[in-house]
């Protein structure tokens, strides 16, 4: 125990020495980190659409240009060494506030599940429908959602609609970019 | 002393590796120790209590036929608020200014939200009744004006101070909303108007009996959302309830229904309000207040232009049959007040909650008389 002490003393000592040693870590490892508002329910859907108990998140270096997708809100989902899926934890605007929401794809990039994690609203709470959802379900790199088109509005509900729309199409957009 | 390092070191980077999926601690090392780039930050913003701001409003003008002169008007122009103080609960006013100088806060209530299905709500908020009252922003309606059937019938807009509940039934296509409200106030209800006068609009309002207000509203066919609402009690009294002709008793029905495929669009509402005791409110006020009012409206519009674009241009109509004497209790209904409006026009949607409207409006009653038509345009804008 005596051993241990000792040196955590010295972490406190020097700071800037820990400080590096975490930057440093987390450049080497990216793994990926859930907001903790989120943690919960991003990680029962994974379980439950992978059909995994254990899994772990790392991040994607990005270095184009994206719409939606960045460093800090796509991961990739690993099961042991193989990679099973990817995931956006991102927030949109709804009427005043935003919600958070979740996409998980499969390795081939194809839209399996969404899910809103957090809405904050009175108004526009209907996307969280799986039935409106469910239109966005198969989508994959090179498709479009559009509005009116292959995606059906819902009556009271048309700024979050939008929204959510809109941010799912330029996740489709970003794929190909990325990918 | 070496050795130790290296031991610590090797501890890190395993702790580090074994956290791949976060904890709370994670999040507050990294934000503590790494810079933040733009997005980082924006994301932390959001997560941050926040003052939103949103405004919505019109600008119209409106001409009689008939020697009548006609007018220009900054109709309404509202700044709406939201403020986040947890995850859970949520702030929300509407301060509203009328024809430039009447004040007014149309909304003010703190939401609860216990889980994704139920926020409890308490304040000052709109009564859900039919489509509009509650969906009122100026760019959300085809005409310049709001339909007459909720100006006359359904008081829009209609708030008042109460405590409720509202969310959805888990998975469920179904949106409920229920409440125990203040009522109208009993002085100043009439033939003409109805109730519209009673709204106490959460200023100094008198309570002497609550209101209950419930709305379910189904969305589960593709582009159909249906409304059923209620809303029954008493009116309002600072005098004695029990005195004869001091207080009516309401009860609304509504029903509404919109449709939305691709570049069509179409929505209609049916209101239906019983009022008891008008017979000896109108003895004791000397008034006309009619004992059923009764109204109803169907609209349809199409947007001539690629239904995937911003821009949408739809000539619209709407046809409308409203009667505030629908039945009347001890005296004979006055057929001035049985109307039909049929307004025809064009909205132009130039970008998600920026409209040019114009419309015209073709004006009726059950007289002999003739009633004036009117040209309406306006912008209407939502931010």
Not at chain 2, 80 to 89: C, E, M, P, Q
Not at chain 2, 357 to 376: A, H, I, M, R, W
Request: aromatic share 12%; charged share 25%; net charge neutral.
């Amino acid at each position: 125990m005596k051993f241990y002490k000792s040196d955590f003393n010295f972490i406190i000592i020097n700071k800037g020495f820990f400080i590096f040693l975490i930057t440093l870590t987390s450049f080497v490892f990216l793994s990926f980190t859930l907001p903790k508002n989120v943690s919960k329910k991003v990680t029962k859907s994974i379980k439950k659409t992978f059909n995994v108990t254990n899994f772990t998140l790392k991040t994607i270096d990005l270095d184009v240009d994206t719409n939606v997708i960045n460093s800090n809100n796509f991961c990739s989902i690993h099961k042991e060494d193989e990679i099973i899926g990817y995931a956006l934890i991102d927030k949109a605007a709804s009427k005043m506030l935003d919600f958070d929401y979740l996409v998980l794809l499969n390795p081939e990039l194809e839209i399996v599940t969404i899910k809103i994690l957090i809405y904050r609203e009175e108004h526009g709470n209907e996307i969280s429908s799986k039935r409106w959802l469910k239109q966005f379900f198969g989508l994959k790199i090179n498709d479009r959602a559009i509005l009116n088109k292959n995606i059906d509005g819902i009556s009271g509900a048309t700024i979050s609609v939008r929204s959510m729309t809109k941010k799912i199409d330029d996740l489709l957009i970003d794929l190909k970019v990325v990918n | 002393m070496k050795n130790h390092k290296l031991v610590l070191i090797t501890l890190l980077l395993l702790s580090h590796l074994a956290f791949s999926q976060n904890t709370e601690n994670d999040v507050d090392e990294t934000v503590k120790n790494n810079q933040e780039n733009a997005s980082q930050s924006m994301l932390k913003n959001k997560d941050a209590k926040k003052v939103t701001i949103g405004a919505y409003g019109q600008v119209d003008y409106n001409e009689t036929e008939g020697s009548a002169k006609g007018k220009m008007d900054v109709h309404r122009m509202v700044l709406l608020f939201g403020y986040n103080f947890t995850d859970k609960i949520q702030f929300f006013t509407e301060l509203e200014f009328e024809h430039v100088k009447e004040v007014y806060v149309e909304q003010a209530f703190l939401s609860y939200r216990a889980n994704q299905n139920l926020a409890v709500k308490a304040g000052l908020m709109l009564v859900p009744m039919g489509i509009i009252n509650e969906y009122h922003e100026s760019p959300t309606f085809y005409g310049v004006e709001r339909p007459s059937v909720d100006h006359d019938i359904v008081p829009t807009t209609w708030r008042e101070i109460g405590v409720g509940v509202s969310g959805k039934f888990g998975d469920l296509p179904f949106k409920y909303q229920g409440y125990i409200f203040n009522g109208f106030k009993s002085d100043g209800l009439r033939g003409k108007d109805g109730l519209r006068k009673g709204r106490q609009k959460g200023a100094n309002s008198v309570i002497s009996s609550p209101t209950l207000s419930a709305k379910l509203d189904y969305y589960g066919i593709k582009g159909l959302r249906l409304g059923l609402s209620g809303y029954f009690g008493n009116t309002q009294t600072s005098g004695d309830e029990e005195a004869i002709g001091e207080t009516i008793g309401v009860n609304m029905l509504g029903f509404d229904a919109r449709y939305n495929y691709k570049n069509f669009k179409a929505a209609g509402q049916f209101i239906t309000t019983s009022l008891s005791n008008t017979k000896d409110y109108n003895l004791v006020n000397t008034s006309n207040l009619g004992s059923k009012l009764q109204g109803w409206y169907l609209e349809a519009g199409y947007n001539v232009l690629a239904a995937t674009k911003k821009e949408k241009l739809s000539p619209f109509v709407r046809y409308e049959q409203y009667d505030t004497h629908a039945k009347t209790d001890g005296f004979t209904a006055n057929d001035a007040y049985n109307r039909q409006v049929t307004t025809f026009g064009i909205n132009y949607q130039v970008a998600p909650g920026a409209v040019f409207k114009v419309d015209y409006q073709l004006k009726d009653d059950k007289t002999s008389n003739d009633v004036n038509n009117q040209f309406n345009a306006g912008i209407a804008i939502w931010l």
